[in-house]
């Protein structure tokens, strides 16, 4: 399931301080962290081709460095 929103809209976003946009990725609890993280990687370069210009995407952090 997909939700678009925010659960608090008073919260300001900097990365390298500039303004950002944060994107958080909830896994379902039956899914595994592993293989929807790897998926995510997969895509993302199309999900960030398709950003207007000027905008960029990264993946600043993944829970899966600390999976074994």
């Not at 919260?11 to 946009?21: H, N």
């Not at 370069?45 to 074994?68: F, K, M, S, W």
């Amino acid at each position: 399931m997909v939700t678009l929103g925010a659960e608090n809209y008073d919260v300001a976003v900097r990365f390298d301080g500039k303004a950002a946009v944060f994107m958080n990725i909830k896994v379902a609890p039956n899914a595994n962290l592993l293989s929807v993280a790897d998926n995510i990687r997969k895509v993302f370069p199309a999900i960030e081709h398709q950003l207007p210009q000027g905008l960029n995407g990264r993946i600043v952090y993944d829970a899966t460095d600390y999976c074994e």
